[in-house]
């Protein structure tokens, strides 16, 4: 079975500060991470995802396989960036079985 | 594009009684997801339709939920009877090969009283 781990609740930054979401998983297979992301109000939404290796709003995330972490980070926080963060995995290689193993997310808040 | 749409966006029903919520995914999108999000715990998959087939229901908590997606487009989801256990945040999504990316809904969220 997966699991993906949030260790962090809350994340609290001021404006221009660097941001690390930290998330570590665990699966057997060859997974596909992502990050989706949920603005106040606003629906989930895809942030990034690991086989896309783009940089999105500023953020990137590393898929490391030997740590089984998928951190996602930003340079200098913005404060529309507060939201809560959600790391998900799915099963890279099955293509029938897509479901999403979500953590249990970190709410980013950036102070001024 | 339209997205993802549920209905309703909150139901609040009594110990017992029935509850049927909708999702209507993207137009031409064939996975469709239920996933739920119950007080304090993380967002659980519940199952995976392809078209109108159920792909995977294993994260079905038991036989008191019924999903259905009869044509291959909207899908419900019914709970009866409802429990309070069953109160939180129900949310759709839908993707399409080859990319897969999932588009979530709004979610219903439902109380159970």
């Known amino acids: 079975a997966q699991r993906v781990t949030q260790p962090e609740k809350l994340l609290s930054v001021f404006k221009g500060a660097p941001v690390e979401l930290k998330c570590n998983y665990s699966?057997?297979?060859?997974?596909?991470l992502f990050w989706y992301v949920q603005y106040s109000r606003q629906r989930l939404q895809l942030l990034l995802r690991?086989?896309s290796r783009e940089s999105i709003k500023g953020f990137t995330a590393d898929l490391n396989k030997g740590e089984t972490s998928f951190h996602l980070k930003k340079p200098f926080a913005q404060e529309e960036d507060s939201a809560m963060y959600y790391c998900?995995?799915?099963?890279?290689?099955?293509?029938?079985?897509?479901?999403?193993?979500f953590g249990s997310g970190t709410r980013l808040q950036v102070q001024p | 594009e339209a997205g993802v749409t549920q209905f309703p966006s909150h139901s609040v029903i009594e110990k017992g009684q029935t509850v049927t919520l909708r999702c209507d995914p993207i137009s031409g999108h064939d996975n469709l997801y239920w996933y739920r999000r119950v007080m304090g715990k993380e967002i659980k998959f519940l199952l995976h339709f392809v078209k109108e087939s159920k792909q995977d229901e294993s994260g079905m908590p038991n036989n008191r939920f019924l999903a259905e997606r009869t044509g291959g487009t909207y899908s419900t989801l019914k709970v009866q009877p409802a429990e309070l256990e069953d109160s939180g945040v129900y949310f759709c999504?839908?993707?399409?090969?080859?990319?897969?990316?999932?588009?979530f809904g709004p979610g219903t969220r439902l109380t159970v009283t």
């Open positions: 999504a839908s993707s399409q090969a080859p990319k897969n990316e999932q588009y």
């Open positions: 690991h086989i």
């Open positions: 998900a995995l799915s099963r890279l290689a099955d293509t029938g079985r897509r479901a999403l193993t």
């Open positions: 699966y057997s297979g060859s997974p596909e």
